[in-house]
């Protein structure tokens, strides 16, 4: 089975600045999706940037990016230019590359991320 | 489009009562999945399915039943309701596997068991 891991519960970033979100992942498999999602406190799951394994650059969204590191499976969101609306709850997490239950998403605990003006 | 809405946003429950947490999409999504979010915890899987008439068991099925009589609607029923349901509830589709397609998520239904 698949496990997330996001160590650290919290992080705090002054306005503008940049601030980097750690995940790491473990699976035997091959192939195999990474995702980051926000969660502000509205409950809503906002899907922030998704990365497929058997690409080796780096997804990018606007002012947001990733450190994917397949070997060490890692999986780091990086923000950049932090806004205040950028607070949120941010989870990993990793889908196989599979059909049925394994298409499910595999959730790490999240992390809380609060912007400093 | 509407996306995927869950009703009710709220509720409480006294335990061993029942009730039936409702999800619709109108994106002809064929995956569809129940996923639970205890506090400072990610989400777990509860339920799927991969098209109408089609469902099975995720991680945590137990206390929770499903049905998926169409591709729109796919509801998640409580039979006695325990304090450990207490938690949040997702509702999630997708229109394949084997794509990075993401999952849209419904706003979730905040449930208390008292």
């Known amino acids: 089975a698949q496990t997330v891991t996001q160590s650290q519960p919290e992080m705090s970033v002054q306005e503008a600045e940049t601030v980097t979100l750690s995940c790491t992942y473990d699976?035997?498999?091959?192939?195999?999706?990474l995702f980051w999602y926000k969660q502000p406190p509205s409950r809503q799951m906002i899907l922030v940037i998704r990365?497929?394994?058997?690409?080796?650059q780096n997804a990018t969204e606007n002012r947001f990016s990733v450190n994917f590191q397949k070997a060490a499976k890692s999986f780091s969101l990086k923000i950049s230019d932090s806004q205040l609306g950028d607070a949120a709850m941010y989870f990993c997490?990793?889908?196989?590359?599979?059909?049925?239950?394994?298409?499910?998403?595999?959730f790490g605990k999240g992390i809380t991320l609060s912007v400093r003006p | 489009n509407a996306g995927v809405t869950q009703t009710p946003k709220f509720r409480i429950l006294k335990i061993g009562q029942s009730m039936t947490l409702q999800c619709t999409q109108d994106m002809n999504h064929n995956y569809m999945y129940w996923y639970r979010q205890d506090p400072g915890m990610g989400l777990k899987l509860i339920y799927y399915?991969?098209?109408?008439?089609?469902?099975d068991k995720g991680e945590v099925p137990n206390g929770y039943n499903v049905s998926r009589s169409t591709t729109e609607d796919f509801p998640l029923r409580l039979e006695l309701a325990a304090p450990s349901q207490t938690s949040v509830y997702f509702c999630a589709s997708t229109p394949r596997a084997l794509t990075t397609d993401t999952q849209y998520f419904g706003p979730g239904t905040r449930l208390t068991v008292l």
């Open positions: 699976t035997s498999e091959s192939d195999y999706y």
């Open positions: 399915s991969v098209g109408a008439g089609i469902t």
């Open positions: 990365q497929e394994a058997y690409k080796q």
């Open positions: 997490a990793y889908r196989s590359y599979d059909t049925g239950a394994n298409s499910k998403l595999t």
